[in-house]
């Protein structure tokens, strides 16, 4: 085994025409448990990559990114099926692509951390036992002592206690009292709070039986008042486990601590791996000279025969060192990365861009970043997809911190739905905790955001949409729309709020170009509203009423709607079930849109949907194709740049 930050896997159907691996973090998913580190060294795939790249023209990276809760068995299929459709449409030696794995957790079942492996799978059963064995101490006293004494007022409730004698029924409560503490005590591995809760849980469950047989009023509305309390301190404490059992906020801490630094690894070592093929490549052509092998200590032969590392300490003593690197560094073609995200995923995606950015580049300074990454890479495209990321991330306020990170991307993808319920409700509930808002509408996420159907606050209109609705918006006549003009993110029709209308035009209009560096955050993205849309799957070719919703045309969704889209996404199975969250992964355009401008960007997208035309005939085959499937395409302002450069 070799102590690693992560494991490097070939991906099945591999081929030298476009190299694909499974990338997966060692991280495990409780910081008790001890990392599973890949039986073979990470060096070997590393230098493969990096003499694949180093040998390439134009060479590029994609990675993939899984979200919260994902299975790694489901993600590696996603990814096998990225890799492959990708084969079909990238140059030959062009392209790697990294399907990259996370310490995610599934709310239902852990799956072991590789295979074959001799660990087994963690059950929702195992999930819920390790819930109350990490309560705290306080919190397991009360779950239960609340626990106890609410069966024991209900029963006082609903049976009659003064049938009886008054020695059965206390005699009846002190032994259930104290057997059922303990037995909760053992569950919750909570010991050292013996014996003095099952003592005070005790003598409160014998003083409430005592009032109740001996009161000389009737007790209910007493016992009533009890039960209340006691419910009310129990339901605080199963909403923390139930908090906890959604693994949500332990996904996002694996997510921010384990999933990004990780990737960032990956792609320091990378970077080293392609500089030193590089180097090596181009000491070997300067024919070394003795001068510069009596610098190093060695001979010739002593060079040739020693490994990469011994190489590498050896050259640290030459003098010409910085001078040879740098005109390595001006020399390398540089590597465009490229991203993926999903879900959480983006998240890891957009904060490994943050920690990426050169914070002290001059261009940086002067918010003017170029797109160059290290010493091989420069950001190329990035395409999130349903994006579990603060919608604040995309406006123009002090809040925003994804703006320094998008300015060194070329191109910027999202892909939404309105009826995404994981976002709209487990994510948008989960983060009201944590998200520093004042307002409902700053809490939803960039995946909630859609195209606008209304025309303010106030409109209240109730209408299926027509064909013309569908395709590119915020293109007329040839001339673009400021996309954060065209975006809104809606509740119900009464209840919907447009860009505009949560941060006025007049806090934006400073754009006086088409410079990235003067456009609002919301301008560099090229946004497809999915909530409508309806495609062929790729699994089955059955035609679908939706992929991501039932495709309704409505200009906003009901209560009733999202019922039915939480029984078709949690509980049905096959050709009923709908994916709202992952579902553009398994249409057949939108997987198409997101594999081509991946791997080709915007240019090449446009070109495979109909070549050999004008820029203005391929965004009408662009607009025509959305509209068939029922999408809403918001157009990034930095396409003015290319129908310009057309005119």
């Not at 239960?144 to 069966?151: N, T």
């Not at 007493?222 to 339901?235: D, K, R």
């Not at 630094?261 to 320091?268: F, Y």
């Not at 610098?295 to 990469?308: H, P, S």
């Amino acid at each position: 085994m070799t102590d690693s930050a992560f494991s490097i896997d070939p991906i099945q159907g591999f081929t030298e025409d476009l190299v694909g691996y499974y990338v997966t973090s060692t991280a495990s998913i409780n910081v008790e448990d001890e990392p599973t580190y890949p039986n073979t060294s990470v060096e070997e795939p590393l230098r493969e990559m990096a003499r694949y790249l180093a040998e390439s023209d134009n060479p590029q990276i994609v990675v993939s990114i899984h979200g919260y809760g994902t299975k790694r068995s489901d993600a590696k299929e996603r990814f096998r099926i990225i890799h492959k459709y990708a084969t079909s449409i990238c140059q030959p030696k062009s392209s790697v692509f990294l399907g990259y794995c996370w310490p995610s957790e599934n709310p239902m079942k852990d799956e072991p951390d590789r295979e074959p492996s001799n660990q087994k799978a963690i059950s929702f059963q195992d999930k819920l036992g390790y819930a109350l064995k990490s309560l705290p101490t306080l919190l397991t006293g009360i779950f239960s002592s609340a626990l106890v004494l609410s069966i024991i007022t209900t029963l006082l409730i609903l049976v009659q206690p003064r049938a009886f004698s008054a020695l059965t029924v206390l005699l009846s409560i002190g032994i259930f009292a104290i057997f059922a503490t303990l037995v909760l005590l053992k569950l919750g591995d909570a010991i050292p709070l013996l014996p003095r809760l099952p003592l005070w849980v005790l003598l409160l469950g014998l003083l409430i039986g005592a009032v109740a047989i001996f009161s000389p009023v009737n007790p209910q509305s007493l016992l009533v008042v009890l039960l209340i309390l006691f419910i009310a301190s129990l339901a605080i404490v199963l909403a923390l486990i139930a908090l906890r059992l959604a693994t949500y906020l332990r996904d996002n801490y694996r997510a921010t601590n384990y999933g990004v630094l990780d990737l960032v690894e990956l792609l320091r070592q990378l970077d080293q791996a392609v500089f030193e093929t590089k180097l090596f490549d181009l000491i070997e052509t300067k024919n070394l000279t003795e001068d510069l092998l009596n610098e190093i200590g060695e001979t010739k032969e002593a060079w040739q025969a020693a490994d990469r590392a011994k190489r590498m300490a050896l050259w640290k003593k030459a003098s010409q060192k910085a001078e040879i690197e740098q005109e390595i560094i001006n020399q390398i073609p540089k590597i465009k990365l490229n991203f993926i995200g999903h879900s959480m995923g983006c998240m890891v995606v957009t904060n490994t861009i943050r920690i990426l950015s050169d914070v002290f580049d001059p261009n940086s300074i002067q918010k003017n970043p170029s797109s160059e990454i290290g010493r091989v890479f420069s950001l190329g495209r990035l395409i999130l997809v349903a994006p579990d990321i603060p919608t604040e991330s995309i406006m123009p306020r002090r809040g925003n911190f994804l703006r320094s990170s998008l300015r060194r991307c070329e191109e910027a993808y999202v892909f939404s739905n309105e009826g995404d319920l994981a976002l709209r409700l487990a994510s948008t509930a989960a983060n009201y905790f944590s998200f520093p808002a004042r307002t409902r509408f700053s809490g939803y996420r960039l995946g909630n955001l859609t195209a606008k159907r209304f025309e303010n606050k106030d409109d209240r209109r109730v209408r299926k949409l027509e064909e013309q609705d569908y395709g590119i918006v915020n293109l007329k006549d040839g001339e673009l729309t400021k996309p954060y003009l065209e975006l809104e993110i809606r509740v119900s029709n009464q209840e919907h709020r447009s860009l505009t209308e949560l941060r006025p035009p007049n806090t934006v209009e400073k754009d006086k170009s088409n410079l990235v560096e003067d456009l609002p955050v919301a301008d560099l993205f090229t946004y497809f509203d999915c909530t409508d849309y309806t495609d062929f799957t790729l699994q089955e070719g059955s035609q679908s009423e939706g992929i991501v919703s039932y495709a309704l045309r409505k200009p906003v969704l009901n209560y009733w709607d999202y019922f039915r889209l939480i029984n078709a996404y949690f509980f049905k199975r096959g050709s009923e079930n709908i994916n709202v969250h992952g579902g553009y992964f398994y249409g057949k355009f939108s997987h198409q849109a997101i594999c081509e401008l991946a791997f080709l960007g915007f240019t090449g997208f446009l070109n495979n949907l109909k070549p050999g035309v004008s820029l203005n005939e391929q965004l009408s085959e662009l607009s025509t194709q959305a509209r068939k499937k029922h999408i809403q395409v918001v157009l990034s302002r930095r396409v003015e740049n290319l129908l310009n450069s057309g005119k």
